[in-house]
C-alpha cells in the first residue's frame, strides 16, 4: 500500500457511549482487509472510565470473520496475567487466526492497577520478564522444567505450539531504557506507544538502535513501528475538539491529544506521518478514535498513498 512503510490500523475497540458495536467493527475489519491494510490491532483496558473490549476476545472474534488481516496486540499488560494462560490462549489464537498473530506486550503506564489483580507492583518488572520467559519456553519446548521466583513448573507440557514457528512475533512497547533492553533481548520488534511524541519516539529509537548494536543484532532485521493517533479533517479545531475528548476519557488527560495526535487535512497529516517515519518507523498503526470507518476511507484514499 505505501511502498516500504508497512501500514497498520486500530480496530475500534472503544466507545465514547454505551459499548463498541459489533456490526460496525465487522464492517470496519472487512472494509480494512478489502483495502489492503496490513494488519489490526488491540490495546488493553481492563479498567477504565471509558467502554473498551478485552483485546484477545476482540482478536479471536476478528480472526473468525477475517482471513488476510494480521492481527496485533499494543500491548498486552502480560504482568497482571498467569504467562501459562497467556502461552495457551495466544498459541490457541494463533491456530484460529490460521497463523496471522503479532503480540505486542508492555509493562503498562499505571502501576497502581497491580493491586487490583492481587499482585504488587514493585517486583513488576522483573514477573513482566520471568512471565515473558516461561511463554516462550512453553510455546517451543517438548517439555518444560522452570525455577523462577515468581512461576514453577515441573516437567510440564503445553500442546499445540503456537501455528507460526518458533512462535508469534513479539513486539515490545516501553520508554525506559530498561524496557527497551528487554525488548532486545526477548523481543522480533518494538511499537512506539501513541501517548508519545514523535520526539520521543525518534529518541527511544535511536537508543534502541544502539543496544541492538551492542547485542550484535541487526537493527535493519528488527522492525520498528509507532501507533499514532490520527484524525483527517480540513477543520482541525473540530478534530481537535473530538480526540481532545476521547484522550480525556481514556487517558484523562484531553490535553495529551495536542502534544502527541497527528490531525488536519490530508496533506498536513502526511507531513506529520512523514516525520514519524524518517524518526524510524518502519510501520505506522494509523489509530482514529472517530467515526472510524469514515476515517479509514480518508487515510486509506487520501494520505497512506502520499507517504
Request: aromatic share 8%; with cysteine; glycine share 12%.
Amino acid at each position: 500500500m505505501a511502498g516500504k512503510v508497512e501500514i497498520g490500523a486500530a480496530i475500534p475497540q472503544t466507545a465514547l457511549a454505551g459499548a463498541p458495536d459489533p456490526r460496525a467493527i465487522r464492517a470496519w475489519l472487512a472494509r480494512a482487509e478489502a483495502l489492503g491494510v496490513g494488519s489490526a490491532w488491540v490495546v488493553e483496558q481492563i479498567l477504565g472510565s471509558i467502554p473498551s473490549l478485552e483485546p484477545v476476545t476482540l482478536l479471536t472474534w476478528a480472526a473468525a470473520v477475517t482471513e488476510r488481516l494480521r492481527l496485533g496486540s499494543a500491548v498486552l499488560l502480560t504482568a497482571l496475567r498467569s504467562p501459562v494462560h497467556v502461552a495457551k490462549s495466544l498459541a490457541s489464537l494463533d491456530h484460529l487466526s490460521g497463523g496471522r498473530l503479532d503480540v505486542g506486550v508492555g509493562l503498562g503506564g499505571n502501576p497502581r492497577i497491580y493491586p487490583a489483580f492481587g499482585l504488587v507492583a514493585g517486583a513488576r518488572a522483573e514477573r513482566f520478564a520471568e512471565g515473558l520467559r516461561l511463554v516462550r519456553r512453553l510455546w517451543t519446548e517438548e517439555r518444560v522444567t522452570f525455577e523462577g521466583r515468581f512461576f514453577q513448573l515441573r516437567n510440564a507440557s503445553m500442546q499445540p505450539k503456537p501455528l507460526q514457528k518458533p512462535h508469534p512475533p513479539l513486539w515490545f512497547g516501553g520508554h525506559h531504557p530498561n524496557a527497551l533492553r528487554r525488548a532486545v533481548e526477548l523481543g522480533q520488534g518494538f511499537m512506539g506507544a501513541g501517548s508519545v511524541s514523535t520526539a520521543t519516539f525518534v529518541e527511544e529509537v535511536r537508543i534502541l538502535r544502539g543496544l541492538l548494536k551492542d547485542a550484535g543484532r541487526d537493527p535493519a532485521a528488527f522492525p520498528v513501528g509507532k501507533r499514532v493517533y490520527i484524525a483527517v479533517d480540513a477543520d482541525r479545531g473540530r478534530a481537535g475538539r473530538r480526540l481532545g475528548e476521547w484522550f480525556g476519557a481514556f487517558y484523562g488527560r484531553p490535553e495529551l491529544a495536542a502534544e502527541v495526535a497527528v490531525w488536519g487535512d490530508a496533506p498536513e497529516c502526511v507531513d506529520r506521518l512523514r516525520e514519524i517515519v524518517a524518526g524510524g518507523a518502519g510501520m505506522l498503526m494509523l489509530n482514529p478514535v472517530f467515526d472510524e470507518l469514515a476515517q479509514l476511507e480518508q487515510l486509506v484514499s487520501r494520505v497512506v498513498p502520499k507517504l
